[in-house]
Nanobody
Framework: QVQLVESGGGVVQAGGSLRLSCAPS????????MGWFRQAPGRDRDFVAA????????VYADSVKGRFTISMDNAKNTVILQMNSLKREDTAVYYC????????????????????????WGQGTQVTVSS
């Protein structure tokens, strides 16, 4: 059984930074792409960012472009979400997701923001941005 484990959430003042990490645990696991989603109270789960292990194709939601950076540590099979210039509206539970499917460019373009296309999910980590 593969589990994704997120870490790095917490409380930060507006304008501050947080760094989220996500790593798999359990049986050996090789993901093809990983992403971050978030869900604020009373709202649907929203796409935040995604990255492919090939090293190409970092994508971001418009709301976080220029402030968030997604990266990967190949050796540790870990994905990082560096969040800078945080705003109150970034407050949410952040979820890590992964897929083992090898998406070509067409599928990548159509799938990276769709939560239902990912095979594995973490339990989520709370990010709270205070004013």
């Amino acid at each position: 059984q593969v589990q994704l484990v997120e870490s790095g959430g917490g409380v930060v003042q507006a304008g501050g930074s947080l760094r989220l990490s996500c790593a798999p645990s359990g049986r050996p696991f090789s993901s093809a792409a990983m992403g971050w989603f978030r869900q604020a109270p009373g709202r649907d789960r929203d796409f935040v960012a995604a990255i492919r292990w090939t090293g190409s194709g970092e994508v971001y939601a418009d709301s976080v472009k220029g402030r968030f950076t997604i990266s990967m540590d190949n050796a540790k099979n870990t994905v990082i979400l560096q969040m800078n210039s945080l705003k109150r509206e970034d407050t949410a539970v952040y979820y890590c997701a992964a897929t083992t499917a090898l998406w070509g460019q067409y599928l990548w373009n159509n799938n990276y923001a769709e939560g239902s296309k990912y095979d594995y999910w973490g339990q989520g980590t709370q990010v709270t941005v205070s004013s």
